[in-house]
């Protein structure tokens, strides 16, 4: 009878996260925030400061940006009946819309291009980038694998939309692992 009942609730419970739109992917990977992923580590600089270099890029300020009177306007121009940092159709591009545990108003964090972390975060994984992939961590092919995640929101469906010349924005948001000599 006990087994019964945890069963049903293993079942439950994969309908439930079934239904829980953003919060998981296929995989069943969960997001967890850019808290997590460099609260601890991808900050010093011999890993290459992957922190330090996102806050000063926009993607840090991103749903700060809809908490302006001119992101409310813009969100009444287009017929938006809530205010900017409420409307799914704002956010969509602006932040990390996961479960809970993330903190939607860091904005543009980590997890959005990587992949959400809870299959590749420990360091044993991480440490492999085979290994990380194969958890769940977002692999990309070459530059035009990167562009083409760029202008899933980098694209005129954005009210403000500006040219996007690839190398040069890729060049101002870059963060790699400085190579050991
Ligand atoms: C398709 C993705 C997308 C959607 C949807 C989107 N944005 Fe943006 N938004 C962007 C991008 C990308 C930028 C950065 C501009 C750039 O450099 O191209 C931006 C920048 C902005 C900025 C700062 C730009 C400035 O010049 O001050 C504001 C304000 C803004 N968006 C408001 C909104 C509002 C309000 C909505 C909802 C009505 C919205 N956005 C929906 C992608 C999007
Ligand atoms: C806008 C998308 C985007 C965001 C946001 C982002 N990254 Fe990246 N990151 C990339 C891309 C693309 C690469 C290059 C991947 C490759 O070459 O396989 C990369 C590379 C890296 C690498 C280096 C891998 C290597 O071998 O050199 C690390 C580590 C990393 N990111 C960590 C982070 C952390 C931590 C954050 C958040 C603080 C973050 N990234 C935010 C897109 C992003
Ligand atoms: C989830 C949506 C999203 C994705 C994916 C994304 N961006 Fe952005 N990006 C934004 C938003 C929104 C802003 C504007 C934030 C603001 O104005 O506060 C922005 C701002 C920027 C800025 C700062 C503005 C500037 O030009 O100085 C750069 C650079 C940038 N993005 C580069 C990239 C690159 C390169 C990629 C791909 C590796 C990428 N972004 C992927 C949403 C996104």
Redesign the pocket.
Known sequence: MKKAIALFAVAASVASSATSVGAQDNAGNTYLGVKACAGMCHKTEKQGNQLGIWEKT?HAQ?YT??T?A???D??KA?G?TSP?AD?P??L???TLKADAKVDIKDGVQCEVCHGPGSGYKNMSVMKDKAKAIAAGMTEYKDNAAIERQCRT???E??????E?NFEERWGKIRHSVPKTP
């Open positions: 926009g991103a940006a809809l302006t001119k992101a409310n813009i969100a287009k938006l900017a409307a159709e704002c969509q591009c602006h929101c980098h694209n469906k954005s009210p403000t939309y500006k996007f």
